[in-house]
């Protein structure tokens, strides 16, 4: 677990009076979701804890917040929030996860709770996140990952597709592989690797922010890659282009597992480290 620092602006940050905040990692299934953020007509893992919190006592509670955002049929293997509730609510912090547990549908879980210091922010406070996307590389479809893994049912080139990986990872401009992107584009590609399996591939990816839909159209490239369709090198011909159409195609979300995220040393010169744990 990381540590979770003070932030230069921490009243922005720390719960209203009369709340305390609370950390959590949550896991869902995302195929029963329109994503984890609350939508009026569209299931929503936010929603969903809100409900369950709701069950417990937590009526008054603010709206959780959580380290990422996920689209629609996008899976969490461990995703970090923090959800500030009412000082008055009595139920203890040790005995939330088996409550919340008790409460949500299976496709839900909350793997941890426990007190957050009240500058830490989920989101902002968040110094990498990481992905992985998974392919069923394979003639023949799976049942077991149905709906958790993109099937690929030609062979893939694992070297190729890692040495145009290589190409990407470092400081860019990543707008040819970013949809709808309104904020600036320059990102910190921290890590991109293909790790084959005898049946299901990893594609690793760890940075501290993304565009919106980045990390789908960073493996829709590198299947390009690994079919042959592309040489390794035009990779940095796609990014130079910064136009959308010159990568690979948004592979589809349920391959997708946001897989975690880290709490490092972004902190005030003067403050110390706060330890969740």
């Known amino acids: 677990m990381g540590s979770v620092p003070d932030l230069v602006e921490r009243q922005i940050y720390t719960p209203p009076p009369g709340f305390r905040r609370l950390y959590l990692r949550v896991a869902w299934d995302g195929r029963d979701?329109?994503?984890?953020?609350?939508?009026?007509?569209?299931?929503?893992?936010?929603?969903?804890?809100?409900?369950?919190?709701?069950?417990?006592?937590?009526?008054?509670?603010?709206?959780?917040?959580?380290?990422?955002?996920?689209?629609?049929?996008?899976?969490?293997?461990?995703?970090?929030?923090?959800?500030?509730?009412?000082?008055?609510?009595?139920?203890?912090?040790?005995?939330?996860?088996?409550?919340?547990?008790?409460?949500?549908?299976?496709?839900?879980?909350?793997?941890?709770?426990?007190?957050?210091?009240?500058?830490?922010?989920?989101?902002?406070?968040?110094?990498?996140r990481r992905y992985v996307y998974r392919l069923l590389v394979s003639p023949q479809r799976h049942p077991l990952h149905q709906g958790r893994a993109l099937h690929v049912v030609t062979p893939l080139d694992a070297a190729a597709m890692n040495s145009a990986a290589r190409l990407l990872v470092g400081t860019h401009d990543f707008a040819a592989f970013a949809t709808q992107e309104d904020r600036q584009t320059v990102r910190e590609l921290r890590r991109l690797e293909v790790h084959p399996g005898p049946l299901v591939w990893d594609i690793r990816v760890h940075g501290e922010s993304f565009l919106r839909h980045m990390v789908r159209g960073l493996v829709g490239t590198l299947l390009l890659v690994g079919q042959g369709k592309l040489k390794p090198a035009d990779v940095q011909g796609v990014l130079a282009s910064r136009q959308r159409a010159q990568a690979g195609a948004n592979v589809a979300p349920h391959g997708l597992y946001f897989a975690g995220a880290e709490y490092g040393l972004r902190q005030k010169a003067d403050g110390p480290n706060q330890t969740i744990g």
């Open 33 to 128: 979701f329109a994503g984890w953020q609350a939508q009026r007509h569209a299931p929503s893992v936010q929603d969903t804890l809100q409900a369950a919190l709701g069950q417990l006592g937590g009526e008054q509670a603010f709206r959780a917040v959580a380290a990422g955002r996920t689209d629609a049929g996008v899976h969490a293997e461990d995703m970090p929030l923090h959800w500030d509730v009412p000082a008055s609510f009595r139920l203890p912090v040790e005995k939330l996860a088996r409550a919340l547990n008790a409460h949500l549908p299976p496709s839900v879980a909350v793997l941890d709770a426990r007190p957050a210091p009240p500058d830490f922010h989920a989101r902002f406070s968040c110094t990498g």
